[in-house]
């Protein structure tokens, strides 16, 4: 219990750092029940929390979370919310799948949407849809495969040259982009502090309480933490990497830290010079390279570098040496904005598996999990909470049996130090022959 590694994400996230501050955190005191219990708060603990409670509206539901909501990942990612299937998820032959990826994803769309409009709530949410960027013949030779595999699937695509490429984002670096228009983009913490603010009145949220022990004892399940502990007859684990340290799914993700960087917002001045638009993202054709976002209130993100985090985190050197690439890749985009400062650095842990599985279901006898989502998170952690809370509170549903289809049980990694030579080896591999297009 001791050696337990906990959620302890920098202070440095622009998205979360630019909200208004958030009044105190109810803390965990005493012994509570509950008939639910949800540990952490991002978009798979939001989601399912506040489906719990709208089905079993005379039950009490419980989120806990180590953090403020908004602090961990869900709130520190590039905030796109993907409609297609990315990555390994578009690969293989199998059209079916894949189809059943894009139903889930515009499931979750529709549902983060619903819920924005419903409470007003205020996160940048936009169809700006999304571009992919290439800048090298590399590049554009992914771009290609990924416009064959959309016209596979029906799916509509828009293929961009450097000349109508360059007025949507103000630089001239890019050869080529492929628009999908189904992708929404968002401030992510604003989106999950939102989510939190509208919950359900059956559901009671403490926050800034690690859980630091689960088990089971006379039929109930008991999470202890620093001051209390909560009792509860059923849980949902919306935990991703940390839900190794609760016991389970144990060497079967890959802690993997990617970085952000945000600048101020350009004055009318820089937005001229600049020449683009704003509210739109751009992620790389080739997965090593650079997402690029310019918000809604005119500021440039940057991400790139991922890092293999045995411990879970970063160090403030770490950040700054990091800070330094994304200043490079910001200069060859926009040499005339070269003076403008980022106001944030920040990482983020994502939880990869080696089949590129993720797993949603039943771990125990009333113990849910959804997880390792393989850095994409948004659209699936959304809907794989939501179903879950459907399932765990006995429900059966299309949707779910095509989460339960596309989901599996990630593949065992081998041990350390085997793991950290081979992962780092890939990940210096990844970004030498990508180093074109970051
Ligand atoms: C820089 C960056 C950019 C990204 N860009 C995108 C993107 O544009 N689109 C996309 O889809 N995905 C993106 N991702 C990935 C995405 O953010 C993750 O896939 C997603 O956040 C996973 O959601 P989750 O709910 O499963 O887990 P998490 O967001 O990791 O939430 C887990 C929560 O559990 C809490 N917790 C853990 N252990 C405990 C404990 N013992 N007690 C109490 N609470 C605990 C944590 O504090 C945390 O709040 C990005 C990630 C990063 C870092």
Request: no cysteine; net charge negative.
């Given at each position: 219990m001791n050696n337990l590694k906990l959620p302890a994400d920098d202070q440095s996230c622009g998205w979360y750092e630019t909200l208004p501050p958030q009044p105190a955190s109810l803390t965990l005191e005493g012994t509570q029940q509950s008939d639910w219990l949800v540990i952490g708060g991002g978009f798979v603990g939001t989601a399912a929390t506040r489906r719990l409670a709208e089905l079993n509206p005379h039950q009490k539901v419980t989120l806990i979370d180590a953090q403020r909501i908004g602090h961990g990942t869900s709130g520190r990612n590039s905030g796109f919310v993907i409609d297609l299937p990315h990555k390994g998820d578009?690969?293989?032959?199998?059209i079916e799948r894949k189809k059943k990826f894009i139903t889930l994803n515009r499931a979750a769309i529709q549902y983060l949407e619903e819920r924005v409009q419903q409470h007003g709530i205020d996160c940048q949410w936009s169809h700006a849809g999304k571009l992919q960027g290439a800048v090298s013949e590399r590049g554009v030779k992914f771009l290609e495969h990924f416009q064959s595999l959309l016209k596979e699937l029906d799916e509509p695509f828009e293929m961009l040259d450097r000349q109508a490429l360059r007025p949507r984002v103000g630089t001239g670096y890019y050869q080529q982009a492929l628009f999908t228009p189904g992708c929404t983009l968002m401030q992510p913490a604003a989106l999950m502090r939102g989510m939190l603010a509208h919950m359900p009145a059956n559901v009671t949220c403490y926050e800034e309480t690690p859980v630091l022990k689960l088990e089971r004892r006379n039929g109930r399940w008991i999470a202890s933490t620093r001051h209390g502990e909560i009792q509860a007859a059923k849980v949902i684990l919306g935990t991703n990497i940390f839900t190794e340290q609760l016991g389970y799914l144990k060497s079967r993700m890959l802690p993997i830290m990617t970085f952000a960087s945000m600048t101020r917002p350009l004055s009318a001045a820089e937005f001229a010079a600049y020449g683009g638009g704003d509210d739109w993202g751009l992620t790389p054709a080739d997965h090593a390279g650079t997402t690029l976002r310019m918000t809604q209130d005119r500021r440039l993100i940057v991400r790139n570098q991922y890092r293999f985090v045995p411990r879970y985190g970063s160090t403030a050197q770490q950040r700054q040496q990091i800070q330094a690439m994304h200043r490079q890749a910001l200069i060859a985009r926009y040499p005339m904005l070269k003076d403008l400062p980022f106001d944030y650095t920040w990482g983020g842990v994502c939880a990869l598996s080696r089949n590129y599985t993720s797993f949603f279901g039943e771990l125990e006898d009333g113990l849910f999990a959804s997880c390792c989502h393989n850095g994409v998170g948004a659209a699936r952690g959304t809907i794989s909470g939501k179903l879950l809370a459907e399932m765990a509170s006995g429900g059966d549903s299309q949707l779910q049996r095509f989460m339960q289809e596309v989901s599996g049980m990630p593949a065992r990694l081998p041990p350390q130090p085997f793991l950290g030579v081979g992962v780092r080896a890939r990940l210096k591999y990844a970004e030498w022959v990508s180093r074109s297009e970051v």
């Open positions: 578009l690969e293989g032959p199998d």
